[in-house]
Structures are given as structure tokens and as C-alpha cells.
């Protein structure tokens, strides 16, 4: 009977469970989530490798001409080694790590969520997922504040594939903010996009200004190094911000002037 139960538990029948209950559902990219991972044992005893949790997203790509939803791992936590699982016994296992500062932003159709798995030699790896609101980095915070006091509106927040300006942290995307101008520029341009570099150490911004309005999606598609004229960037450290969002704001309303 043990070996039948275990053939079952191989192909998931009978097999662990895991389940991770996150003490806060909001939380601001850049900071520490914590926790507890619960996993119940199934019908016999299994031996676990890894515990892992991955944080994931989906970016949009144009594949032959097709919009297709890609999922993207943000970042990979271990979370606890090898051990037995004893049949029908429970464990609890405290958690806490800490989101990347440049997790995306759950705005417009953006999700963020964390896959948790156990990993079982020769079976099906037990799996959960739960889904996250982000808010932005604080650094994040003060250059989107800094567009909305230029009279800007958010229309839209999404993950685009742009294995150019993506690579800064080796992912193939990036997130880009598009905003409506204000009355006075409406006659000048059509949207502001801006994309955000948050780290430990302050931000990088890049701003996309362009009466045509063509969209990241396409353009930071087929970016290179040689295109940097077509953009704007610059870079801004916490002590910077801490003063308020008008250093921003100046330069934002300085480049579309200049671009305009």
C-alpha cells in the first residue's frame, strides 16, 4: 500500500501542499514582505530539496505582429533547504524578503504575484500563488508625483518587452507610465512616457517625448545604443528628492520644452 500511495504522490495525488500567508498584501517595491509558508504533508513522506519563492509579472511583446502576454521572474528567494516532509505532519516556516525597488507598480493592468513551490524529487512540485498590490518606490513616488504637478495624467502603466532598456537590470522589459498632457501642451505633444530606474541609491529616468506618439512598445522593441537621441535621461540621488518633487518637475517641463 506504501508504494501505491506513493506512485500517487508522485504524480500529486495525495502529495504536500503549500500555501504562503503574507502578513501584508500592499506593499511598496523596495520593501520587506514577511510571513509564513505552511506546508502540509500528504500521504507519505517526502524529501524536499528546496523551498523557493518567485516574484513574477507579464510584459506585453510583439510577436509576428501579435500582441502575446509573456511571464517575466522578477527575482528568485530562497526560501528554506532540503528536509523531510513527514506524512500528514504541518510546518510552519517563517519568511521575510525583500521586493526588488524595480518591481513594477500594479497600475492600469499590471499584476505582480509571488510563486511559491517546494521542489520534491520525482514528483509534481506543489505550487501557490498569491497576488501582490504594488506602490511605487519612494523614489518612484516623487518623479510620477513630480509629472502630475506639470498637469500630466496617467492614462496608462505597462510592462512592454525592451530587451535594450530593459538589460539595466537584466530583465527584458521595462514598465512604462503614459501620460495625457495638460490644456496649455496639448497643441505640442500628444503623451509623456516615463520609465523609472529606482535603486538603493536614488533613481534613473528616461522620458520619452513625441508628438507622434508611437509608444514604447515599439520603440524600445527595436532601441539601441545609437537612438539615445530620440530620449531623455537623467538620474537623481535620494538627497535630491528628499528635498520634493520640483527638481523633477523642472527638468521634466525643461525637456519637453526643449523636445517640443
Known sequence: MSMFKRMLANVGIGAARVDLMLREETVRAGDTISGVVRIQGGRVDQQV????????????????????????????????????VEAEREYELPVAFRLPPYTPVTMGGTQVWIR??????????????????????PCAAV???????????????????????????????????EYLPS?????????????????????????QIDRQARGLAGLFAE?????????????FKREQLAAGPGIVASWIEEKVRKYT
Do not use: M
Not at 513574477?56 to 517575466?72: E, P
Open 49 to 84: 530539496e528546496d523551498v523557493y519563492a518567485y516574484v513574477k509579472t507579464r510584459y506585453l511583446k510583439d510577436v509576428n505582429h501579435t500582441k502575446i502576454y509573456v511571464d517575466a521572474t522578477i527575482a528568485a528567494i530562497p526560501l528554506a533547504g532540503k528536509f523531510t
Open 116 to 137: 511559491t513551490g517546494v521542489e520534491i524529487n520525482e514528483a509534481i512540485d506543489p505550487k501557490d500563488e498569491d497576488y501582490l498590490q504594488v506602490t511605487p518606490h
Open 143 to 177: 518623479v510620477l508625483d513630480a509629472a502630475e504637478r506639470l498637469g500630466f495624467r496617467l492614462r496608462d502603466a505597462s510592462c512592454v518587452y525592451a530587451p535594450y532598456y530593459g538589460l539595466a537590470k537584466g530583465l527584458p522589459f521595462v514598465q512604462e507610465f
Open 183 to 207: 490644456t496649455e501642451l496639448r497643441d505640442r505633444l500628444d503623451e509623456l512616457q516615463i520609465v523609472c530606474y529606482p535603486d538603493d541609491d536614488g533613481i534613473g529616468v528616461l522620458l
Open 223 to 235: 532601441a539601441t545604443d545609437a537612438d539615445e537621441e530620440h530620449y531623455a535621461r537623467l538620474r
